[in-house]
């Protein structure tokens, strides 16, 4: 039987397996800590940032850090909760994102997340970045203007030997998600499909398949971001809005 270890998250006394990571963990114990690259199944890659906990003072991702015994984390306090909201604006100023002609709209994490948030019109300018789309594969669609760069695709969509479908290529803020053209050749339906659900965004789109489900009726049209994980009603605290 694996060991157990307390900790406490904002004060609630939570449980986790010994070497467990404190997202994952917090989600276990039914809260709701905000995330984009991390996936459960996936190895995390530590790289949005938005599950920034503070650990004596200092700010952890909670996707990477394991829990030790007695931690105390905080997490839904105004410096983080002004700092998520900072992320989820650059996110969007960053690349373009037009949620009303998107496949993923109310599916997306990145829409929903902004809902969460309560996110107006973001503090930052927009870019505008010129961002090709490739429309070269049978099965998936890829538009860059959408992709956020959380390597989910990276580390979840890979052949039986291991080999990644998708991989970064170009460098630091110019970095862009591509496909395998071989391996994509080769792609099940299955598989696309899972690329798809995989990216949090619409970055990744099935190919002759769309709008299947109507906008209105989709995961995060009917309920918050998060509040399947959670158990009790939560309240963004919107003291960072003000
Ligand atoms: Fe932890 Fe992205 S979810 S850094």
Not at 33 to 43: A, D, R, S
Not at 77 to 106: A, D, T, W, Y
């Amino acid at each position: 039987m694996s060991e157990k270890i307390k900790f406490t998250i904002d004060g609630k006394e939570c449980i986790a397996k010994k070497g467990q990571y404190i997202l994952e963990a917090a989600l276990e114990n039914g809260i709701y800590i905000p995330f984009l690259c991390n996936m459960k199944g996936v190895k995390p890659a530590g790289s949005c940032r938005l599950c920034n906990v503070k650990i004596n003072g200092r700010n952890m991702t909670a996707c990477t850090t394991p829990v030790a015994a007695g931690m105390e984390v905080e997490s839904e306090i105004p410096e983080l909760q002004e700092l998520r909201l900072s992320i989820i604006e650059m996110l969007f100023v960053e690349g373009n994102h037009f949620c009303p002609s998107c496949e993923k709209s109310g599916n997306c994490e990145l829409q929903a997340l902004a809902y969460k948030f309560q996110m107006l019109v973001p503090r930052f300018p927009y870019e505008f970045p010129i961002k090709e789309v490739d429309a070269s594969s049978p099965k998936l669609y890829i538009d860059r203007n959408r992709c956020i760069k959380c390597k989910r695709c990276i580390r979840n969509i890979k052949d039986e030997n291991g080999k990644s479908y998708f991989a970064f290529y170009k460098r630091a803020h110019d970095v862009e998600i591509c496909l395998d053209k071989e391996l994509a050749a080769t792609m099940s339906d299955e598989l696309a499909q899972k690329a798809m659900d995989t990216c949090p965004v619409g970055a990744i789109l099935r190919k002759e398949k769309g709008f299947d489900q109507p906008i209105g009726t989709r995961k995060f049209d009917k309920q918050a971001i998060g509040t399947d994980i959670i158990s009790v009603v939560e309240n963004i605290n919107m003291e960072v809005k003000e």
